[in-house]
C-alpha cells in the first residue's frame, strides 16, 4: 500500500496540497483535473524528484528511511514525455530480455531490432511505449502513469491497458493521471480530482 499523508511543495507559482491519499495493492487511482492544476507536480512529488514535505510510505516503509535509488526503484514515474539520455534504445535497458518480452507484448514485431534503434528515429508513440517497457523491466510496485498513452493510437492505447491491467492482477498499485474519461472507467476503481493544488470533489 502506498500511503501519503499531508504531501505538499508549498511557495511559489508550482505548488500544492497539503494532499492525502493512499492506494492498496493491485489498485488503480485515478487523478483527474484541468491543465496547471498541480497533477504533474503531485507525481513527481511522490516519486520524490521535486522538493516537497510531508510523509510518503510504501507498504508501512517511509520514504525517508530508505535511499532514494532504493525509492524510485520501487516507485516508477512515467512522464507523458520520457526522457532519454543515450543514443540507442537498448543503451537505456538494464534488462534486455524483460524488456523485448514486454515490448512485443506493446505490439513491436522485433523487438531486438528495437534496442538497436536511435532514440531520434522514434515516434512520441514508441517512446511513450519504449519508456513503459523500461521502467516495467525492473520490476515494481507503484506506477505514477502521466498519461500514458496520450500519443497512441486505439490499438497501441489497448495494448497498454492489457500490460497495466496484468500489473494490477500481479499487485502492482498505479497511480494514473489522464484526461481520457473512458480510459480511466476502463482501469481506476476510484477517482481523486486535484483543482488548484487541493483534493476536492469529483464532479
Known sequence: MLQVDNLQRPGGPL????VTFQIERGECLALTGRSGAGKSLLLRAV???DPNEGTVALGGEARAAMPATTWRR?????????GWWLEHVGEHMADRVAACEILARL??????????????RLSSGE?????????????REILLLDEPT?????????LVEALLQQCLDDGVA????????????RMARR?????GGRLVAAP
Open 127 to 139: 517512446r511513450q511505449r519504449i519508456a513503459l517497457a523500461r521502467g516495467l523491466a525492473g520490476g
Open 15 to 18: 505548488n500544492f496540497g497539503p
Open 74 to 82: 520501487r516507485v516508477a514515474y512515467f512522464p507523458a514525455e520520457p
Open 174 to 185: 498505479i497511480l494514473l493521471v489522464s484526461h481520457d474519461p473512458d480510459q480511466i472507467a
Open 150 to 158: 496520450s500519443a497512441l493510437d486505439a490499438d497501441s492505447c489497448a
Open 107 to 120: 505490439g513491436f514485431a522485433d523487438p531486438d531490432d528495437v534496442m538497436s534503434w536511435p532514440i531520434s
Open 191 to 195: 477517482r481523486l480530482h486535484l483543482e
Open 47 to 49: 516519486a520524490d524528484l
